[in-house]
């Protein structure tokens, strides 16, 4: 059997104008005007909320971000989870290739660094509960990727053998994450930054979902 792990944002869904929403939605909160902008910060939205706050204490020309960070926080989480499914839209042929890796008996999972209980609540909201029957986010343990625990701790809870799993993601984390634990790591090129995850050096690229059994067959061969 073979173990295929997933990051969530920007390798399963994109989920950015949500993200992003909530940001200006934390910010507004807080007596400011929005700051994030769908379709130019999606990178940013990728990389976390307090990553998107400083963005926007960057641009107001707040000197003390992390400040605006820490208050608008948890405002964030809680608009992100009110309307976490809003834009939200999954990467194309995501679906029909996770139901294709499992008919053939692979397992999947998913390891984020999305708090575990907004996770769970989107997938549960896109309907793929069910083909993930393993679940890690960042508070699942105490420490998130790119440690390596949270990854082991997945491909465990599936019962997959380390030296036949893979970690699909998007981003340096990602690889990162898979280089701690000891196991190759597929990058997409159609989330966020396109083809420069190339420069990465991932075990491979996945320019298409149509292309995944390939992909991972090469790159567990």
């Known amino acids: 059997m073979r173990t295929v792990v997933f990051d969530l944002d920007g390798t399963l869904a994109d989920t950015a104008g949500d993200l992003i929403a909530s940001a200006n939605a934390a910010l507004a909160e807080l007596g400011h005007p929005p700051q994030l902008v769908m379709g130019q910060d999606d990178a940013t939205a990728f990389a976390g909320g307090r990553a998107m706050l400083r963005l926007a204490a960057q641009r107001m020309g707040i000197a003390e971000a992390e400040a605006l960070a820490d208050a608008g926080y948890q405002p964030l989480l809680a608009a992100y989870g009110r309307d976490?499914?809003?834009h939200t839209t999954l990467y194309d042929g995501a679906?029909?290739?996770?139901?294709?890796?499992?008919?053939?008996g692979d397992a999947t999972?998913?390891?984020?660094?999305?708090p575990e209980g907004l996770a769970v609540n989107l997938i549960a909201r896109l309907g793929l509960t069910e083909r993930f029957p393993a679940l890690i986010g960042a508070?699942?343990?105490p420490t998130r990727k790119p440690s390596a625990a949270p990854l082991n701790e997945t491909i465990a809870r599936l019962g997959g053998d380390m030296s036949q799993a893979v970690l699909i993601g998007d981003t340096?984390?990602?690889r990162q994450t898979a280089q701690a634990a000891g196991i190759p790591c597929i990058l997409v090129t159609?989330?966020?930054?396109?083809r420069d995850v190339e420069a990465l050096n991932p075990e491979g690229l996945?320019?298409?979902?149509d292309d995944l059994e390939r992909v991972?067959?090469?790159v567990l061969a």
């Open 84 to 86: 976490i499914d809003v």
């Open 95 to 104: 679906v029909a290739a996770v139901d294709r890796l499992r008919a053939r």
């Open 109 to 114: 999972g998913i390891c984020t660094n999305k």
């Open 139 to 141: 508070d699942t343990l």
């Open 172 to 174: 340096i984390t990602d």
């Open 190 to 194: 159609f989330g966020p930054t396109g």
């Open 206 to 209: 996945l320019d298409h979902y």
């Open 216 to 218: 991972i067959d090469e």
